[in-house]
């Protein structure tokens, strides 16, 4: 395995986390807009920041004058993308491909005047940012590719799904959370199985098979979790990307309004209001 890079030292990392996290994010642009490599991987941990990572990403690369296609998993993933860079720079081109079907996406976006939305790639030259599932790109034919891609929640997206697109563009970021289960495939996978590449596992997994020297990086802060679950989490679902919490001990506290019922849900509240986690089986 190839160790992740842009890590920070322990006691930098431990005496100041958002320093930790500024360091990482800005290893990984200056790999994206600079890099000599074709993809560069980026593991997100929970509550790291991706979805900050993606827009700022994209922003730079437009503003850098490069146009890039974004590509996300499910249509509620586009349009939060779409609504988070029209917000962060509401003079910024953004197209919104999207299918034939009737309300394809959010009606949100319309009150956005940089965001023009079409079934059409065609009706969405010019724009400095695309973006569309990857399903709907998989349709897309180009003449040129484009110089720059976005790929997030990559973890989530399936090998062959990544082969349906990759001629569409020359450069790609990757970016996603490898805690996350692995595709879901609604066909039978077993003639795959024990196959050294499986069309449904991970792209980014496949990826790296095929190309180890890829530059990897990870966000090495959560700032979602509390100090008291990010170590348990960490050791437990990330074993090869450990994070830490953005917050210390004490930092935040839960607590409720009214006293417990004495049932097993109410316990395990308790119980993760003062440890920070709790584990209720059914």
């Known amino acids: 395995m190839v160790e992740p890079s842009?890590?920070?030292?322990?006691?930098?990392?431990?005496?100041?986390?958002?320093?930790?996290?500024?360091?990482?994010?800005?290893?990984?642009l200056a790999?994206?807009?600079?890099?000599?490599?074709?993809?560069?991987?980026?593991?997100?941990?929970?509550?790291?920041?991706?979805?900050?990572l993606v827009v700022r990403a994209a922003r730079e690369l437009a503003a850098a004058g490069h146009p890039l296609m974004v590509i996300a998993q499910t249509n509620a993933q586009v349009d939060d993308l779409v609504d988070r860079l029209a917000t962060a720079d509401p003079q910024l081109p953004v197209g919104r491909l999207h299918s034939s079907e009737p309300r394809p996406y959010d009606p949100m976006l319309d009150r956005h005047p940089s965001v023009r939305t079409s079934a059409k790639p065609a009706d969405l030259a010019g724009q400095d940012i695309v973006v569309s599932t990857a399903a709907k790109w998989a349709w897309v034919s180009a003449?040129?590719?484009?110089?720059?891609?976005?790929?997030?929640?990559?973890?989530?997206?399936?090998?062959?799904?990544?082969?349906?697109?990759?001629?569409l563009f020359e450069r790609a970021l990757f970016v996603g959370d490898p805690g996350q289960l692995d595709p879901f495939s609604q066909v039978g996978?077993?003639?795959w199985t024990?196959?050294?590449?499986?069309?449904?596992?991970?792209?980014?997994?496949?990826?790296?098979?095929?190309?180890?020297?890829?530059p990897q990086?990870?966000?090495?802060?959560?700032?979602?979790?509390?100090?008291?679950?990010?170590?348990?989490?960490?050791?437990?679902?990330?074993?090869?990307?450990?994070?830490?919490?953005?917050?210390?001990?004490?930092?935040?506290?839960?607590?409720?309004g009214a006293p417990a019922d004495g049932s097993p849900v109410d316990a395990v509240l308790d119980e993760a209001a003062d440890a920070g986690w709790g584990l209720l089986e059914l």
Do not use: C
């Open 194 to 214: 024990g196959q050294p590449h499986d069309p449904s596992t991970s792209a980014v997994s496949t990826l790296l098979a095929h190309n180890p020297a890829l």
């Open 143 to 167: 003449e040129e590719p484009w110089r720059h891609a976005i790929v997030d929640e990559a973890y989530q997206m399936r090998s062959d799904a990544l082969l349906a697109v990759a001629g």
């Open 189 to 191: 996978v077993e003639q």
């Open 217 to 256: 990086h990870r966000l090495p802060v959560s700032w979602r979790l509390p100090a008291s679950a990010a170590e348990l989490v960490s050791d437990a679902f990330y074993p090869y990307t450990p994070f830490r919490s953005g917050t210390g001990p004490g930092d935040r506290r839960l607590a409720f």
């Open 31 to 52: 790999d994206t807009l600079d890099g000599a490599h074709r993809g560069v991987v980026v593991d997100s941990p929970p509550g790291a920041g991706k979805s900050t």
């Open 6 to 28: 842009g890590a920070v030292a322990p006691a930098e990392r431990a005496a100041d986390p958002a320093r930790a996290a500024a360091a990482a994010t800005e290893a990984i």
